[in-house]
């Protein structure tokens, strides 16, 4: 079957002599791997370079028993240069990509993540509130794959939740200050933090952005998204290190 379909690169590796093998997470189809044939010995076969922070206009054999499918057109509709210029805007880059290649599974549609990334990404373009583009992006990705932190009541009673609460990393959740624990991997949560994160689940991102993080807050979201997202996916994230190494969360 031939598809046609916009998608934005993931990652890409030569493949043999004169191809690459790319990943990009698509509009209509999810994630989906393809080859791009002699691209190497003749760039100009294909309208784009597929370089990463691009979106592209695709045209591919999708091959039943296989997840890797030929890819006959790839035409670059939209580049996201400050992505690449600047080195923080990078790193935060980098790590959407990555976070949604390893959270996402292959051929899963999801409008939702598409849409989070272009609206990511281009306002990671023009705006320097990194750190809380971030946790933005963090918050809704988890909420639209099905890995969303149970925020809204105890995880353990179902309860509401008042006073001292604790978000548990392994049953990824608050516990109430009822309900007896002897959880090790919990942290004590502010109010405030559970209020943003709800906000940003239920609000679209033009109103996220706009939304204004005390510092405290900022400190709490980053230790308990990314301590979470550690915690559930199995294989770490690579590009977190360098995020938090450069103080950019
Ligand atoms: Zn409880």
Known sequence: MI??????????????????????????????????????????????????FSVNGLVYYEYRNSNLHLISQCDLKQYFFKLREVYRKNVAANYSLELVDVIMPVESPNKEIYDLMLDYFNTLEVSDDIDKLVHAFQIKVLLHSGFRPHIDSCVKCGKKVGGKVRFSMRLGGLICERCPTRETSFVIVSRGAIASMLFIESHKWDQCIKLKLHKNIQQELKFILNNFLVYHLEKRIRSLKFLMAKGAL
């Open 3 to 52: 598809i046609s379909t916009d998608g934005i690169v993931l990652r890409t590796f030569d493949y043999r002599e004169t191809s690459k093998i790319a990943t990009f997470f698509t509009r209509d189809q999810g994630k989906i791997s393809g080859v791009m044939k002699g691209i190497r010995k003749d760039p100009r076969k294909f309208g784009s370079s597929v370089d990463r």
